[in-house]
């Protein structure tokens, strides 16, 4: 496959249309496209184009929230029949205080609830301790945190040390976006950096004596 047969999808997307971003995703099924390779040549593209035209002088609240809809309906187009039975265990997922995006981590939240983890959402704008409280709360095996801006890296870096002082020692610490994938597992004091969405399911899979 070439990247120009998922074009029209990037193009329905960036205009906000989800009646067609849905047709078009259905025909890339359809014509046997795996849904790893729609999320992450697709829909991650669009995404990466969407936040390279928000600078000040450009930001429209309104085509964003066009194409969230239409990168949603995507979504559930290609993962229909979730959630399953979770399996997998426990995970937490937030956008951390000052970021108020939660695009991208709705998307991780529908794709790891369709993989059999039991996903709790603690939304954007989300304080550190919220989200270990919430970790605590649920018996969590997996924080998953999503950032689209550079400043809540120093928020990133206080998960791991606040959840071992509540006694979470044995937690999986993902982190991801636009933001944080541009630093490493060690300045963000987490277990790893996902390049996409299911780099980071791929990661959680592994054994914990396998990580890092």
Known sequence: MNDQSLDKL?????????ARAVAEASILRNASIDNEVLINQGIEK??????TKCTLEQFNL???MLVGRAVMGVIKTLYPDFPPIATRGTAVIASLEGDVHDLGKNIVKTIMSAKGYRVVDCGKDCPV??????AVREGAVIIAISGLITSIVPLV??????????GVTKVKVLAGGAALKQATADLLN???VADSVFDGIRFL???REEIR
Do not use: C, F, H, N
């Open 129 to 134: 301790e919220k989200l270990v409280d919430a």
């Open 62 to 64: 309104l085509e964003i």
């Open 205 to 207: 899979e592994l054994p």
């Open 190 to 192: 987490v277990d790893y």
């Open 157 to 166: 870096r206080q998960v791991v040390p606040l959840a071992r002082t509540r």
């Open 10 to 18: 990037i193009e329905a997307l960036l205009e906000g249309d989800q």
């Open 46 to 51: 669009a995404m990466g184009l969407l936040d």
